[in-house]
């Protein structure tokens, strides 16, 4: 008899063995936006997230930041609900300049580094529900056109206020559940 004659037994128990595992902890799991899926502050935590409401953020990306979370917490639904968690945030950006063109000494390309500081306090306890700190980096390429750089730059803040929205959505997502 083979070795491997004597090992496929051995084989097919640890195979059992891994999928009765598996498919026991498989009913263990939830998933976090459905309506089962309980909040520490009360209701679903779909429920919750629909009752954040977002302070005004400085800066550009802050204006985006704030419009792609308004959107995406409460999905522009019913305007007259109550508001019991408040979100507070700031913003800050900085520049790095990745290459640069020696011959003429003008970058090429450039990155947009976005950080996000926030925290959620629930308005009736007056307790912090959730805080974080969330950074982006948005790489654009600068042109000698100066109107394609400013939109590209643009266009990178833009793509950091939805980046850090979605990084943020999901952190406070996963620290309301109950």
């Given at each position: 008899?083979?070795?491997?004659?004597s090992?496929?037994?051995?084989?097919?128990?640890?195979l059992?063995?891994?999928?009765?595992?598996?498919a026991?902890?498989?009913?263990?799991?939830?998933?976090?936006?459905?309506?089962?899926?309980?909040s520490?502050?009360?209701?679903?935590?779909?429920?919750?997230?629909?009752?954040?409401?977002?302070?005004?953020?400085k800066?550009?990306?802050?204006?985006?930041?704030?419009?792609?979370?308004?959107?995406?917490?409460?999905?522009?639904?019913?305007?007259?609900?109550?508001?019991?968690?408040?979100?507070?945030?700031?913003?800050?950006?900085?520049?790095?300049?990745?290459?640069?063109?020696?011959?003429?000494?003008?970058?090429?390309?450039?990155?947009?580094?976005?950080t996000?500081?926030?925290?959620?306090?629930?308005?009736?306890?007056?307790?912090?529900?959730?805080?974080g700190?969330?950074?982006?980096?948005?790489?654009?390429?600068?042109?000698?056109?100066?109107?394609?750089?400013?939109?590209?730059?643009r266009?990178?803040?833009?793509?950091?206020?939805?980046?850090?929205a979605?990084?943020?959505?999901?952190?406070?997502?996963?620290?309301?559940?109950g």
């Open positions: 008899m083979s070795s491997s004659e090992s496929a037994p051995t084989r097919r128990l640890m059992l063995g891994a999928l009765g595992a598996a026991m902890a498989g009913g263990c799991l939830r998933p976090l936006y459905a309506d089962s899926t309980t520490t502050v009360g209701g679903s935590v779909k429920d919750a997230l629909k009752g954040v409401e977002v302070a005004d953020i800066g550009l990306v802050g204006h985006y930041l704030r419009n792609e979370l308004v959107f995406n917490l409460d999905g522009g639904g019913e305007p007259d609900r109550t508001k019991r968690l408040k979100l507070a945030a700031s913003v800050t950006e900085a520049l790095e300049v990745v290459t640069v063109d020696y011959a003429n000494g003008r970058a090429d390309s450039a990155t947009l580094i976005a996000a500081n926030w925290t959620v306090t629930d308005s009736v306890t007056g307790k912090v529900v959730s805080s700190t969330n950074q982006i980096r948005a790489p654009y390429e600068r042109s000698e056109q100066r109107f394609a750089t400013v939109r590209a730059a266009d990178a803040q833009i793509r950091a206020g939805k980046s850090l979605e990084l943020i959505r999901g952190q406070l997502a996963a620290d309301l559940t």
